[in-house]
């Protein structure tokens, strides 16, 4: 089995930012839904394997655009799960990220969930990078379809139809041929995890852009480590936060 080297998590770690993870093994949960501040605009950021908790991430700029583009009109809620995993390997199938993953869907639905019973009228944003990819792709779908989060609850009605925009960035489970994908990618190859079927994102594929760039192990199986981080200079940071800005300008309220 070839697993990722030291060196290659230490690059991934130095590329996002600098500091420590100090969020929980398992985050807490309240039985009281807090009350939450309607804006305009949520955005949702989950990031990837071994990323720092509200760090300068392959995420953190994007969320900045878009906040930019919107001032004083958006809530950013980087996730606050472990982003930890088990096995870390550029075997195909081989990567588990065990109670890790399944912490993001809950925590992603919770959030979207609570926002649409709060804020009824406020759209949102979903992003995420490698695990946190995974972790978006598996929230927007119902439970029996997921990888992870296979116990927790279902997008409600109205949470789906408030996702105005959602990026993602080398997701484990990749499909290849999906016409919401971009990047340089092979058609033919799917990620390294179990790929969703075909069609199981097909609600949100006009408001989805699932960026892959050839040989990244992640999103296309049996690749390199390398073109994993090439995301963090490659322009599809930009390209993503553009992606969003003209899906919001599209959903705006007359």
Request: charged letters at 20%; hydrophobic letters at 35%.
């Amino acid at each position: 089995m070839t697993r990722w080297t030291v060196a290659a998590l230490s690059a991934l770690m130095l590329l996002s930012a600098c500091g420590d993870d100090e969020s929980p093994s398992r985050p807490p949960t309240s039985s009281n839904t807090p009350t939450m501040e309607c804006n305009d605009y949520l955005i949702v950021t989950v990031r990837g394997t071994g990323e720092p908790l509200d760090g300068s991430n392959l995420l953190g700029p994007v969320a900045e655009q878009i906040a930019a583009a919107h001032p004083g009109r958006t809530r950013h809620y980087d996730v606050p799960y472990p982003a930890s995993a088990e096995s870390l390997s550029t075997a195909p199938g081989d990567a588990y990220f065990g109670e890790s993953a399944d912490d993001g869907v809950r925590l992603v639905l919770n959030e979207l969930n609570s926002a649409a019973e709060q804020c009824p009228q406020q759209r949102s944003v979903v992003m995420g990078f490698s695990q946190g990819a995974l972790v978006v792709g598996d929230a927007l779908i119902s439970p029996d379809r997921r990888d992870a989060g296979q116990d927790e609850a279902e997008l409600d009605s109205r949470a789906a139809e408030n996702v105005a925009a959602a990026v993602v960035y080398g997701d484990p489970r990749f499909v290849g041929s999906e016409p919401f994908n971009a990047g340089t990618y092979d058609r033919s190859v799917n990620g390294m995890l179990r790929p969703r079927s075909a069609g199981d994102l097909d609600a949100f594929a006009g408001r989805l852009r699932s960026y892959c760039v050839a040989h990244d192990f992640v999103c296309q199986s049996g690749g390199q480590f390398d073109p994993h981080i090439s995301y963090f200079t490659n322009g599809m940071r930009d390209e993503g936060a553009q992606f969003v800005l003209a899906r919001l300008s599209a959903t705006a309220s007359p």
